[in-house]
């Protein structure tokens, strides 16, 4: 998969940052340690004239066995001594040694001579985060929705209660196989401020997510199709293996033939590897079906926990109050 330059470079930076910081760290600590107990530079002194003793013994001949059994009882005593110094001043061996986030390819991206997993997810999370910025994540909590605006209306009340129960049980029992679940109905009755709270939740708890329109996915796919913008490049990918999707306002896109099969590609392709995907609409599921087709919505109603919403517009009883 490929990413823009803007990806990778941040990707590599940020490597570049945790590999300083483990290195300058045990640096400081190290430095701290030796000249805090002298006796410790003297034994990593004594450690290396014995390594060396040990390689002049094999090149000199004699008795190379012994000479060796008795090099390497000297190193291990010196060593147990180290330890001890380093118990005595509330240090172990961790703190004078970098500790990589990555011990794999010790933060620098590649091992064995191949991109490392630890670069490739780094690229793949930074990818969600483009994909997902400057939406108003701290505005949309589940705390913050209000279920006053729907009190006057018993049945939307009800409804409204336990829509916001479950999507809180959702999101606080998230995982990388949670169910699918598709939000429906009419305009500003809370759809996409309940799904960026659970993209909230999700983002806190380290799952990568993918958040947006069906629109913007629509355009996006697209243009990565037709090789018309090359800073989307991997959108397909993204949409498809990302932990959580979060498709908003499905049915409000520019419908295409082509639009249409791309998204259904995405949605199916989650759907067969078994990674969550919610969908948010206006429209109901024969809405669906005149929009998407038979197969579509077939496997939206085999496959999503239907949530459907009630009440009168959010949006406008806010004007009119």
């Known amino acids: 998969m490929s990413y823009d330059s803007n990806v990778n470079q941040a990707a590599k930076a940020e490597l570049e940052r945790r590999r300083k910081l483990a290195e300058e760290t045990a640096r400081r600590n190290l430095e701290g340690f030796l000249q805090g107990c002298p006796r410790a530079g003297e034994i990593r002194r004594e450690l290396a004239a014995n390594a060396a003793g040990a390689a002049r013994a094999v090149l000199s001949g004699g008795d190379v066995h012994k000479a060796l059994e008795q090099r390497k009882e000297r190193g291990m005593a010196l060593r147990r001594e180290y330890e001890e110094l380093l118990g005595e001043c509330g240090l172990t061996r961790r703190d004078i040694e970098?500790?990589?986030t990555c011990p794999r390819c010790k933060d620098t991206g590649f091992a064995d001579g191949k991109l490392c997993g630890c670069y490739k997810a780094l690229r793949r999370n930074l990818a969600?985060?483009?994909?997902?910025?400057?939406?108003?994540?701290?505005?949309?909590t589940f705390d913050g929705f209000s279920l006053e605006y729907y009190r006057n209306?018993?049945?939307?009340?009800?409804?409204?209660?336990?829509?916001?129960?479950?999507?809180?049980?959702?999101a606080e029992n998230f995982r990388a196989n949670s169910p699918n679940l598709l939000f429906?109905?009419?305009t500003g009755l809370g759809k996409t401020h309940l799904s960026l709270a659970i993209a909230n939740s999700a983002l806190d708890k380290g799952f990568g997510v993918v958040y947006g329109s069906a629109q913007r996915f629509a355009v996006a796919l697209e243009r990565e199709r037709f090789g018309r913008d090359n800073s989307i490049e991997g959108t397909s990918v993204n949409l498809k293996e990302c932990d959580l999707l979060i498709l908003d306002d499905l049915g409000t896109e520019f419908s295409s033939a082509y639009s249409n099969a791309a998204i259904y590609d995405v949605v199916n392709a989650r759907l067969m590897s078994g990674r969550p995907t919610v969908i948010s609409t206006n429209l109901g599921l024969s809405g669906l079906e005149e929009r998407y087709g038979e197969r579509f919505t077939s496997r939206i109603?085999?496959?999503?926990?239907?949530?459907g919403f009630m009440g009168k517009d959010v949006r406008v009883q806010k004007i009119q109050s």
């Open 184 to 186: 429906w109905g009419g």
């Open 153 to 170: 209306d018993p049945a939307a009340y009800g409804r409204m209660q336990s829509i916001l129960r479950s999507c809180r049980e959702y």
């Open 128 to 140: 969600y985060r483009n994909m997902s910025a400057e939406l108003p994540l701290d505005q949309c």
């Open 98 to 100: 970098p500790q990589y």
């Open 301 to 307: 109603a085999g496959n999503y926990a239907l949530l």
